[in-house]
């Protein structure tokens, strides 16, 4: 079965500097992983996603995040943070029922705090 | 293009009582799935469907059930509503199909935040 951990509930940062959220992977399989950010009261933003072509991948807005199948990782960072990032942010392993990847399997959230 | 929508976007309702939540995907998208979202379980995946069939679903009791429509527009229907139904229940689209291999993206609707009192 597949499963996603958010090593972190919470990350403060101070603005300008680097973010590191961190995420480590479950699956039987090669998986697709994906990052969704969620602003409040708003609904979830895809950020990027890997899908087995390079292990370095970029999303939107200055994000990226790289595969380690050797550590089962795939941490999602920014060099520097803005105001506007201040979000929960949410590491996704696609589910794989009878080999359907419809479904979603979510971490439990990292909420990114930016300070002035 | 205009993205996923959901309506109604709040909703309250009394314990006993059923609801019906609309999502209209994505223009093209074919596929569409259904998440709740409360502070305690995180997001759980509830169902999926393509092409009017339900290919997935998660581990949620039989009150909860969905149908999708010939036109993709797709509808989750919760029967003799309980408080710990309350919830933010997200609306996902997709181009699928859903396949072993696919990794369409999912494009989230806003929401419709369902209170049970």
Known sequence: AQSVTQLDSHVSVSEGTPVLLRCNYSSSYSPSLFWYVQHPNKGLQLLLKYTSAATLVKGINGFEAEFKKSETSFHLTKPSAHMSDAAEYFCVVSGANGGSQGNLIFGKGTKLSVKP | ?117
Request: charged share 15%; with cysteine; glycine share 12%.
């Open chain 2, 1 to 117: 293009k205009a993205g996923v929508t959901q309506t109604p976007r709040y909703l309250i309702k009394t314990r006993g009582q059923q609801v019906t939540l609309s999502c209209s995907p994505i223009s093209g998208h074919r596929s569409v799935s259904w998440y709740q979202q409360t502070p305690g379980q995180g997001l759980q995946f509830l169902f999926e469907y393509f092409s009017e069939t339900q290919r997935n679903k998660g581990n949620f009791p039989g009150r909860f059930s969905g149908r999708q429509f010939s036109n993709s527009r797709s509808e989750m229907n919760v029967s003799t509503l309980e408080l710990g139904d309350s919830a933010l229940y997200l609306c996902a689209s997709s181009l699928g199909p859903p396949g072993a291999g696919s990794s369409y993206e999912q494009y989230f609707g806003p929401g419709t935040r369902l209170t049970v009192t």
